[in-house]
Structures are given as C-alpha cells and as structure tokens.
C-alpha cells in the first residue's frame, strides 16, 4: 500500500496494483466536489484489505466537461487522461506488476476503454488491465434490492449513502432534492448535466441512508474481486491468434 516503505514492498511483492480513479465535480447542493475521489479512495482501501494488492492513492482529477456551469469541477482533456494512464500503467509494468485493478468511480471517464483496451492489446499476457466501472455497483444494488431508485446517474441515492459512511459531516440531506429528467444519458455529448438537472442532481437521494450506504460499498469491493478474476482469468487462458494474444 501507499503507505508502505518500498522495501517492505519489495518484501511482499504484489502482482496486483490497485488503482481507484476519482473526479473532482459538482455534486448538487447536498454533497462535496470529492464525493467520486471519496468513494473510489473508500472501495480501493476495501479491496486492498481482501486481495492484499499495492494500492495507490485515488486519483482526484479525471474528465468531467459534463459538468460544466459551476466553480468547482475540474478536469483535464481526454487525450491527457489518456498519456497520464498509460504512462501509470507502464511504470507499473516496469517494476514487475502483472495485474492492475482500475476502480472508475466517476461515470463519465469515456477514455477508460482506449486506455484498458490499448494496454491489455499491446502486452497481453505479460501484463493485464482490469477496469471495474462502480456504475455497475448501482445496477446489481438494485437487483439485490439493497438501492431502491433505478434512474440514478449523479449524486442520488447510491453516492449519497455512499458518503453518508464515508464523511457524513460533508453531507448536507437537508438540501438533497430528488430529480430525474427526461433525457437519455447520451445527451450529455450535447449538453452538461446543469442543463438537464437544475440542481446538478440525477437520481433520489433523498433515498439515501447510511446503511445502505454501507452494503453498498462492501458490494462494490466484493464485485470488484470477483470480476476482475473472472477478467483475468480469460486473459490468462487466451492462446495465440496468428501473430496476437489479445
Ligand atoms: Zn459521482
């Protein structure tokens, strides 16, 4: 982990680096910009804890021109986030690092798949690239029927119960106020979410609760694991095409 000494590191040599990736942005007027690097940081300490991989300190800053319209989202442009990765990513493959679990937990970061796809093409099976997209968290929380609201895309019940755990004294439930519009995520090439969503907020947080905050997240690390080994293990096993493992 990041607070470990590079040679009790080396001692323990892990094949698995674990990389969460926040974003910096408006998250309504009931929770704090960090809220996507909080929870990204929060599920990636629990994964650490069951897979005993190197984990690296979430990344605050990703892409987020979606949110656009107030102070306080910050983002750099998708071919940077793009250099920033790989450039991570082969430092890792450097020292010796066969596996890297991304953890997403902002929504919004379409150059992940470049990323992942392009590292996972160019060294398979030397080296393999998992990227866990926590939007998928919120899907199965509903299935499990452990979130109750199915149009949540920001700042809803998921993340608000989410941070409800993580710092409930950022969490302002007395300003939380449920909306979801009439428009289908694609249009967010089109225009920011301030457009669709009046108060920057996507989904019911009003909905939101510690305990489920709390289930939540425990189902998110455990997700996390087991598809990043069912990922894996299908790189592991491909065999050669003509000229390409991948
Ligand atoms: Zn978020």
């Not at 910050?74 to 082969?90: A, G, K, Q, S």
């Not at 929504?107 to 798949?113: K, V």
């Not at 989410?162 to 428009?183: F, G, N, R, S, W």
């Not at 009003?206 to 997700?223: D, I, N, P, S």
């Amino acid at each position: 982990m990041y607070w470990n000494t590079a040679d009790e590191i080396m001692i323990s040599d892990p094949e698995l680096a674990i990389l969460p990736v926040g974003s910096i942005e408006q998250h309504g007027p009931h929770l704090p910009v960090m809220t996507d690097w909080a929870i990204g940081a929060e599920v990636g300490r629990r994964v650490q804890a069951l897979t005993k991989g190197f984990l690296l300190p979430a990344l605050p800053i990703s892409t987020c021109r979606e949110q656009m319209g107030k102070k306080g989202s910050v983002w750099m442009e998708p071919p940077t986030f793009y250099h920033m990765m790989t450039d991570i990513l082969l430092s890792l493959k450097t020292q010796g690092f066969r596996k890297v679990l991304i953890i997403q937990a902002h929504g919004g970061i379409f150059t992940m798949i470049p990323v992942v796809r392009d590292a996972n093409a160019k060294y398979n099976p030397d080296f393999m690239v998992f990227n866990f997209d926590l939007m998928m968290v919120s899907s199965t929380c509903r299935e499990e029927g452990i979130l109750e609201c199915s149009g949540e895309i920001h700042a809803g019940e998921g993340e608000t119960s989410q941070m409800l755990v993580i710092a409930p004294e950022t969490v302002h439930m007395e300003l939380a106020c449920d909306y979801i519009p009439d428009t289908p995520r694609s249009y967010l090439s089109y225009g920011a979410v301030l457009r669709f969503c009046p108060e920057g907020v996507w989904g019911t947080p009003t909905l939101a609760t510690a305990e489920k905050g709390e289930q939540v997240l425990k189902r998110a690390a455990e997700m996390a694991v087991e598809e990043m080994k069912k990922a894996f293990a299908f790189m592991e096993s491909k065999e050669k095409l003509n000229y390409s493992y991948f």
